[in-house]
């Protein structure tokens, strides 16, 4: 009995709360009584319209190098990592000394590298 005693009396000042603010509202110039479902309505709306936009996955030149490095068996130099990759000897030369300073490369022999296990 107690219960439905307090929720009684906490649903009186439930309803004297929301006539408080209904007066503040029309004191500030705001006659409309805010509705719930437009306001559901409006943010479903906006989830469904400002979705981010899907970026396509852009491979890096590190990545490519090092895609090229692990699929050889023997090693690949940078003759070979220029013609399959397409880029200039300064720019492969580059990657190469990053990525052996990294630890993902390790070079077999003089100019020819392999990936690290």
Do not use: C, W
């Not at 006539?19 to 559901?40: D, H, I, N, R």
């Not at 490519?64 to 003759?79: E, H, P």
């Not at 300064?90 to 190469?96: C, G, P, T, Y």
Request: hydrophobic fraction near 35%.
């Amino acid at each position: 009995m107690t219960i439905t005693k307090d929720l009684q009396a906490i649903s009186k000042e439930l309803t004297k709360l929301v006539k408080q603010t209904e007066k503040l509202a029309t004191a500030l110039g705001k006659a409309e009584k805010p509705k719930a479902k437009s306001v559901m309505s409006k943010t479903k709306a906006r989830a469904v319209t400002k979705k981010a936009p899907v970026k396509a996955v852009e491979i890096t030149a590190t990545d490519q190098v090092l895609n090229v490095i692990n699929r050889s068996k023997k090693g690949v130099d940078t003759a070979g990592l220029m013609k399959k990759t397409g880029f200039d000897q300064k720019k492969v030369r580059n990657i190469l000394h990053r990525t052996y300073k990294q630890g993902k490369i390790t070079r077999v022999g003089k100019g020819i590298y392999v990936g690290a296990k």
